[in-house]
């Protein structure tokens, strides 16, 4: 079972499922396959890379870390995450 933090939203893990097929995708294809707005995406993003659950790898590009896919298969607490650390 996940275990999601009080910082989190439902979108949060619309993003991270998205993200775990390993490709590196931009806010436009994450909005577009999560039925979710390339705004609130992009908000999003920035949230979960402080997190440590996402990396920007080149400018509009970015995929989940090691630490996301752990959070997806329910092996880490969300509420337990340091944003200053990753």
Do not use: C, F
């Not at 995406?41 to 630490?67: F, K």
């Amino acid at each position: 079972m996940r275990k999601r933090a009080d910082w989190m939203v439902r979108a949060d893990e619309v993003i991270l499922e998205v993200l775990e097929s390993d490709l590196l995708l931009g806010p436009t294809t994450i909005a577009k396959n999560g039925d979710l707005s390339r705004q609130h995406v992009s908000n999003r993003l920035s949230i979960l890379i402080a997190y440590g659950l996402v990396e920007r790898v080149e400018e509009g590009y970015y995929r989940i870390t090691d630490r996301g896919k752990r959070w997806l298969r329910g092996e880490i607490d969300a509420s337990e995450l340091d944003p200053a650390v990753n």
